[in-house]
C-alpha cells in the first residue's frame, strides 16, 4: 500500500535572485550597474524630513489670529532651536515670551489658525547594500537599487506586505506567545521571526512602533483579515498593513517549524527582506565569495518572484513529515511505522495512519494530515 | 505540478460564507475565532481530514452553506437525482454526507442517492419530500412491513438495503424507492423548518 502526501517547499538554499533597496526620500545614488557591494556599503544618502510642529503663537501672545506673525522674532524660512526666542510682545504691565520648543525651521505663519509651524531639520540618511552582491541596475528615477545576490528563500503559507528589509531578530523558542510587551522601541525597522502567534493588540503595537515584519508559526485568522483583506491566500489584495506579516505553518497558534526556525537562527543580527504578500523571508547570503559565483550568472531582470512549489511524494519510514492537522499541528517528527489497514476514526472516516515519532512522543496521524518536509 | 486536494477545493467561496451560518448547523458552541482558524486551515490544507466528531459537524456544517452557494455538483440533470463524487464518499461518513446535502440542495419530492466512481453510478439510497402531503400533524408511511407515523416538520432516516420497496403514504400515495448504504430519507420539513 502507497501512502501518499504533499511535499511543501520551505527552504531553498543558494539561489540567486535581485533584491531592491529603495531611498524613502530626495537623494544621492552612488553606485553604478555592475558594481560589486558588500552588506555596509552606502548605496544612496537620502533626506528624510520627519515632520512639522506647530505652536499657536496668537493664543500664547493674546492677539488676533491674523496680528501673530508681527511678533515673530525669526524670519520664516530661518533656523531656530530648542529654548531660543521665538515671538515676543511688549505689554504694558509686562511682557509675553515664546521660545522655540524643537529644533527647527520656521516654515510659515497660518493667519487663519494664528499658528506659527515649524519644520523638523531633515536628517540625512545612509542606505546601505545589505548584502554581497552585484548592482545589477540602478533607477535613479525611481530611488532603486537592483542588487543580485545569493540567498536562502523560506517560504510560508500564508502572508500581507510589500517588501521590507531589516535586521532579523529571533526568538529563541519558536512555540510561545509573542505578547506586547515584547514588542519595543528597539524593534523598530527591524524583522521579528519566532513564536507560535503573535495577536492583534501586539501586531499594532509593532506596526505603530516601525517593526518592518514579523514571521510567526500562525496568526489569528481575524487579525490576518483585519491585515490583508481576506482569508483566503489565493484572493490576496497585496494589501499593505504599513507592514509585512508572514505565517510559516498556518491559522492559530502553530509553532515555527524547527526547520525553518534552524535556518533562520543561523541568520540572527544580519539582514534580511521579507515579502509579505509573496509569502517569503530572503536570507541574503553572508559570505563574500558568493560574489564569485554571482559573476558567472546571468540573471534576467523582469522574472517571476520565486515561489514554493508542492508536489506529490511517496511516505516512507524514516521520512520526515510535518503534522498539518490538530491536535499536534505545527509537530515535525519522523515516520517511524505505516498502518496497513485503514482505521476508522471518532469522525467516521476512514483512512490509514503514520506512526511519527518526535524527540519527545510517539503519535498516529491520519495520512492526510501530514506534509512531507 | 500536481498536488493531492480535497473536496473544498471545489468551493472557491468558503471564505465569505458568514460564521453566524455556519455556527446555526452546529451542536455545540464553538469559539468564533476557532471557527475561523479552521476553515482557514481547510483552505490552506484542503487534503486534511478531520479526526474528531467534532471537527466532522464542523465540516458537514461548512459543507451545508458551500452546497447552498454553488450547488452544481450534486444535481443530476434531468432526474434531479443527487450524484455524490467519489472524492466526497471517501472524506465525509455516507449518512451524515447525504443528511448535509438534504439539508442544502432543493430537491424534487422523489430522487435517488447515487455515488459516482468514475463512469459508474451506484444508488445508495432515495429521498421523498413528503412536506406536501401532510395531514394534520402526523403521517402513516408503510414501507414494506413496516408502518410509522412521522411528525410534521422531521426529516427521517429508515435503513433499507434491498433494491427495491414500495412506499405508501396514507394509503393515498405509493412509490417505489431504490434502497442502498445510505437507505431510505423521509423529509417532512418544509423549507422554512431548514432555513435559519
Redesign the interface.
Known sequence: MIL???RRQRVEENIITHVVRAIAGKGKISVKDGQEVTPEQILASFEMNPGFWSIDLAKKLKVKNPDGEKYLQRAIGSRIYKGELLAFKKELLGERIVTSPTDGVVDRYDKEKGEVVLKFFSKSIPLTAGVFGIVAKVDSGRGEVIIKTMATEVYG??GAGRERGGELVVFDHGDNIVSKEQINKNLERKIIVGGAIIYGEALKKAAQLGVSGIVSG?F???D??SMAG??????RLGNDPGMSILATE???ALPTGEDILSVVKGHSGKFAFLFGNERRLLLPSTEADSIIRLRKVELPLHRWPHSA????GEIRIGSRVRV????F?GWQAKVVALDQIPTT?????S?YLVTVETAHRKLKV?C??V?LI | ????S?VFELF?S??RIPLENITSWLPRKVE???L??????R???P???????E??EI?LALLREAVRLQNSPFLKKGSGDIVIPNLFE????LI?LVWALIDSLKLKPVVKVLIKRGTILQTVGSVVSLANFKNGETIEVKLGEKTLKLQEGSLTRIPLERRSEKIAVNNQKFFNLTGGRAGVFLDLRSKNDIER
Do not use: C
Not at chain 1, 498539518?324 to 491536535?327: F, G, K, L, N, V
Not at chain 2, 487534503?47 to 466528531?53: G, H, K, W
Not at chain 2, 471517501?90 to 461518513?93: A, L, T
Open positions: 501518499n502526501a504533499n503559507v500564508l500562525g489569528n485568522a481575524r490576518f483579515i481576506g482569508l483566503d491566500p489565493n484572493h498556518g491559522y492559530g512549489s508542492i508536489s506529490i498539518i492537522w490538530p491536535p499541528a476514526l471518532s469522525s467516521g472516516i483512512t491520519p492526510p494530515n506534509e | 505540478m500536481s498536488k493531492l480535497g472557491p468558503l471564505d468564533p475565532h476557532s475561523e482558524n479552521f476553515i482557514g486551515n483552505i490552506l490544507y487534503q486534511s481530514v478531520s479526526a474528531t466528531e471537527e466532522m465540516d471517501n472524506r465525509f461518513p451524515p
